[in-house]
């Protein structure tokens, strides 16, 4: 019976420290960390140097004809103590030079802003049999 009662209590502490452990979570930024002072700086007319020193180099480059765009991403995350990962915010800085170097225009999009985009998961057939792994390492062995 005293048995019995310590392995009833030791699976309940085991079950709500399972438990608990799933509500915990830690959150964390992903990519840039994008200061508002640092956004501030970057206006029309400043250059790109002073762009790189203020903000750091872009996560992406673009260029369109004559302008060029730096993209900063930001991703804030929330993890769960089981792995499991949620996007809470993403912020995008895209950053637009003209031919010479100077800052035309800025957009700042954020995660609403955003479309999601269905992929497609379909593979294409190759010719020959599929097999296995396993398959093809003792097919290839002849006897």
Known sequence: MRTAIRFFSLVSVIAAALLLSGCLTQ??????DIPEDSLAQ????????LVEFVMGSPQSK??????????YVETKIE???????????RTVVA??????????DKAVYKLEDGKVIDTVSRTTPGFGQDRSFLQQ???????
């Open 27 to 32: 959150q964390r930024t992903q990519g840039y």
């Open 42 to 49: 970057v206006r029309p007319g400043v250059s790109k140097q």
């Open 62 to 71: 673009n260029t369109f004809g004559d302008e060029e765009a730096y993209y």
């Open 79 to 89: 993890q769960t103590a089981f792995g499991m990962k949620n996007v809470k915010d």
């Open 95 to 104: 950053v637009y030079f003209d031919k010479k170097d100077r800052v035309i």
């Open 137 to 143: 390492l003792l097919g290839s062995l002849s006897f």
